[in-house]
């Protein structure tokens, strides 16, 4: 195994850790390499160096330590029944890599997984000293994205959280049930109990130490998790609790969601189909209405019937369309709660309407000019010498504004 | 992105022509701005010229009236030096008629829908979109070795932007030799000094890097098949920036082939499982005993209830619950505390009174005399209930249903410890310890005897004092509840 060269580890390696989305290499502290002479810098926004076909975004050298694992979750192509080649890096080679790529702008930093060998223990140690020689030994500043074995001791992780922006725990599946059954040896008590130890290690640090006045670095970019979609039967407004949940009790940066992908070599207790790409697209979309919008996350899906988000149209618009008694909205006098609610209007163009209509009234023509599009608002808004009338609440609304946004989509 | 400067100071027939030392001579345009405006000149009346060569060129402006004032708001100074770097020519005429206009109308930038104001935003946003995306597909390549390493990268942004953006590549990579080549300038950092060059050309590049072949085997490799999105990488990495990515050239191919790779994923049948999969099962997943059902009525110590409690099933709080909060205390304490339920630090940490009730509770022993390591505290329902908000959890009360499931456990923590005395804090822990609704505050100081002839001491629960605002309100229900805890160690006592 050793005497493979570093480029079949690379791509048996990095093809191991592909189906992780989280990618971001964002929301850590600021930090640069002027004082320190050496390589690297953070700023609040990651960058995406570059852009798979698949159309996410290349920040972080995203690999596995090793894709020998002992456990057997039967989505995962690392799973220790499936037969995929295995390799091992050695600390040494991921270190070279990280710095190789960083010099030469391919990346923002680092995201280390890996699986478990031996013991959690053991795999949880390798990545944490390939995070301190990378900041000790090379005098990295870049982004280090460490995934946290759940069964590992507090100790490593307490190490994990000195040297890495953001550590991680995937919590896999929804529910408990789903991880039970696709992920055997897992124990949700287990993922759940790591997620609180995280959460209380980065309050405990936030407060400056009583000796040093100074607060301790401890992952200044949070923690997040990832759920997979589709590999088990939970619905989409399960899914939205589960993540709720998780943002409430541990308070993570992001939960990420991953439409279940199919893997070579997969299980058979799997649906073998195309990942539901836009059924992911959706949950985030809900997720960001949630986080920014003001939305509890029952309201979203309240009175559907299937509780699940509609495919060709985006959440908002589905619940405007299930709530049409709070609409129309004038534009020129609501306040920010009541605007965050109209469809097709996001945060920034809200701050325009804001600061503009000090200083004159807003017409229908003036908004579209602000926004991409004025098809999905007009039933839903007020305006200067523009009302929607009886168009709000027409029959077949719905069919309308979507062929009227249909090739405004993306996909 | 170079265009040529057209030279129309001949055919000019505007009463002013400004020459600028260069396209980026923001100084330049900014000065002779205000020397115009405050003198009245007309946007019409002006032609901005860049100078070519090395020539310099004097302006000859009108003079400023003593009395003129101009007051531009510090904003529009930061937006406009962003938007000069726009290689559109028309931007220091259009910068100046901004200048004019505020003049009369100061609060033009906050006008969101009109004209100039949004011209400004989207060249302001697309001088942004071009150095991010600099920082971000910049390629470096390095030549030599040891001390003579340096690393040399060729890019075309689309505007004037390499002087603004090269602190950036400066505070990145302080412990390299690095230059960034562009048509229009070079900027290069020697390890102390950063030094801003004419530009050049990409053969001035070296023509590759060994490296290259290991980020092209991740980038083809770190790339999903089953996800094909092209639209969507092309939005973010537009063609135009393909020549000068070494990752690109894989990226037709990569769409070529994705769609049978995945069909090809589907289509295959799973396989049996690898060879070493039965090894690692038996070795490190011993098949497990079945769980221990929690019902089991066997426990003869606290610590064994606790384990016991652990896998909790006998109401649905566990779902949203991070664990099972449990009593904690000596196994033969002579007083139980008995509290509603854990909240959110309880949760997070295991263990009961931790949170900002259990701080008051414990001071107020403490000031009572009692000692908490010498107590047995706990919870009427032992997992968190809540509503989740956004990063906050709302406590939720426990309904009779799941205090009625839970007293399962406080009945076997009673049995075990044997107490001399229950306290019951607040309604909820009255209610599973005397079996019915007690009205706290009417029945507050008595002392119950159960059927068992357990005695339960009924009090508030301390949070309740938590939430009082008026100070002086606070202080009398915490003197209130000293007096309680006062009598509760009289009672422990007799």
Same mark, same amino acid.
């Not at chain 1, 789903?178 to 997620?195: H, N, Q, Y």
């Not at chain 2, 003198?39 to 003079?63: C, F």
């Not at chain 2, 990145?172 to 960034?180: D, E, H, L, Q, S």
């Not at chain 2, 709080?317 to 904690?328: I, K």
């Given at each position: ?411 | ?79 406009? *030096? ?17 200048? /004019? ?61 390499? *002087? ?13 030799? /690095? ?62 920036? /393909? ?202 100081? *008595? ?48």
């Amino acid at each position: 195994m050793s005497a493979l060269p570093v480029r079949e580890k690379l791509a048996i390696l990095s093809d191991a850790a592909k189906y992780d989305a989280s990618c971001a290499s964002s929301g850590s502290a600021k930090r640069d390499s002027l004082k320190s002479g050496g390589i690297g810098s953070t700023e609040g926004m990651g960058i995406c160096h570059s852009y798979a076909p698949d159309g996410r975004c290349i920040s972080l050298l995203k690999i596995l330590l090793t894709n020998f694992c002992i456990y057997d979750c039967s989505y995962c192509i690392n799973r220790s029944s499936s037969n995929v080649r295995r390799a091992r890096f050695t600390i040494d080679e991921v270190v070279r890599l990280t710095m190789d790529f960083y010099r030469r702008n391919y990346i923002e930093g680092l995201f280390l997984s890996s699986g478990v060998i031996r013991s959690p223990d053991e795999t949880m140690g390798e990545m944490v000293e390939v995070a301190r020689r990378l900041r000790l030994d090379e005098k990295f500043s870049g982004y280090i994205h460490l995934k946290t074995i759940p069964e590992s001791s507090p100790e490593l992780i307490e190490k994990a959280g000195l040297y890495a922006d953001r550590l991680s725990i995937n919590v896999e599946l929804p529910t408990d049930e789903g991880v039970r059954k696709l992920a055997p040896e897992k124990k949700p008590e287990t993922i759940r109990l790591s997620m609180a130890r995280l959460r209380r290690k980065m309050e405990e640090k936030a407060e400056p130490t009583l000796r040093t006045k100074k607060r301790e670095r401890f992952a200044p970019g949070g923690q997040s998790t990832q759920m997979i979609i589709g590999a088990d039967k939970t619905s989409d407004d399960g899914i939205l609790q589960a993540s709720a949940r998780l943002y409430g009790s541990y308070h993570l940066r992001r939960v990420y969601y991953s439409a279940f992908s199919p893997i070579p070599d997969s299980s058979s207790s799997l649906p073998l189909q195309k990942p539901a790409l836009m059924r992911e697209h959706r949950l985030y979309q809900a997720d960001w209405l949630i986080r920014f919008y003001g939305f509890s996350q029952p309201e979203i899906l309240a009175g559907s019937s299937d509780g699940m988000l509609d495919l060709a149209i985006d959440p908002k618009l589905a619940w405007a369309l299930r709530n049409r008694g709070r609409f129309p909205v004038d534009i020129n006098s609501a306040d920010r709660e009541a605007l965050l609610r109209i469809p097709g209007l996001g945060t920034k163009v809200i701050a325009k309407i804001l600061a503009t209509r000090h200083h004159r009234r807003l017409r229908l023509e003036d908004v579209g000019r602000l926004c991409h599009s004025i098809a999905k608002l007009r039933p839903f808004i007020i305006a200067e010498g523009w009302s929607p009338g009886a168009l709000t609440d027409k029959q077949g609304l719905r069919d309308k504004i979507v062929r009227s946004c249909e090739q405004l989509s993306l996909f | 992105m170079q265009r040529p400067t057209i030279r129309t100071d001949e055919l000019d027939l505007a009463p002013h022509i400004v020459w600028l030392d260069s396209q980026t001579d923001f100084a330049g345009w900014r000065d002779a701005a205000r020397q115009l405006a405050l003198s009245g000149t007309r946007p019409e009346d002006i032609s901005w010229q860049v100078t070519t060569g090395s020539a310099q060129r004097q302006n000859s402006l009108p003079a400023v009236p003593s009395e003129a004032r101009l007051v531009v708001p510090r904003e529009f100074i930061e937006r406009a *030096e962003t938007a000069f770097c726009h290689s559109d020519p028309g931007r220091f005429a259009f910068l100046y008629r901004f200048v /004019w206009r505020l003049r009369l109308e100061p609060k033009l930038l906050a006008i969101a829908s009109d004209g100039d104001t949004r011209r400004l935003e989207t060249m302001e946003k697309a001088v942004r979109r071009d150095i991010h995306k600099m920082r971000a597909f910049v390629r470096f390549r390095s030549i030599g070795e040891g001390t003579d390493e340096r690393y040399v990268a060729w890019f075309e942004p689309d505007h004037f932007i390499v *002087e603004r953006n090269a602190a950036f590549f400066v505070k990145r990579f302080t412990g390299m030799r /690095w230059t960034i080549l562009t048509p229009h300038a070079s900027a290069d950092w020697d390890g102390e000094r950063l030094a801003i060059g004419p530009g050049a050309t990409k053969g001035d590049a070296p023509a590759q890097d060994d490296t290259e072949a290991l980020w092209r085997t991740y980038f083809e490799n770190i790339f999903n098949p089953a996800r094909l999105k092209v639209k969507a990488m092309q939005k973010e990495m537009p063609k135009k920036y /393909w020549r000068n990515l070494p990752e690109a050239s894989l990226i037709p191919e990569l769409i070529a082939g994705a769609d049978k790779v995945a069909k090809d994923m589907i289509a295959r049948m799973p396989t049996t499982p690898a060879p070493h999969h039965a090894k690692i099962q038996a070795k490190h997943w011993p098949r497990r005993e079945p769980d221990k059902a929690p019902e089991d009525d066997d426990a003869s110590s606290i610590s064994e209830l606790r384990e016991a409690a652990e896998g909790c099933r006998r109401c649905p709080l566990w779902r949203n619950a991070t664990q099972t909060v449990f009593g904690e205390g000596p196994d033969d304490a002579k007083v139980v505390f008995v509290g509603e339920q854990p909240g959110d630090q309880e949760d997070l940490a295991g263990k009961p009174f931790v949170g900002p009730a259990g701080k008051v509770f414990d001071a107020i022993l403490d000031d009572a005399g009692v000692d908490r390591q010498k107590v047995y505290v706990t919870n009427a329902v032992k997992h968190f209930k809540f509503e989740p908000r956004g990063k906050r959890r709302i406590h939720s009360k426990p309904n009779a249903g799941e205090v009625r499931a839970c007293r399962w456990w406080i009945d076997r923590e009673l049995q075990l410890i044997k107490p001399d005395l229950v306290v019951a804090l607040g309604a909820t822990a009255a209610q599973s310890l005397l079996g019915n609704a007690v009205p706290v505050t009417k029945m507050r100081g *008595e002392v119950m005897q159960r059927e068992d002839g357990l005695r339960v001491f009924i009090t508030i629960h301390p949070s309740f004092i938590l939430r009082i605002r008026e100070p002086a309100d606070k202080e009398a229900e915490r003197e209130r509840f000293l007096q309680d805890m006062k009598r509760v160690k009289r009672l422990m006592a007799a």
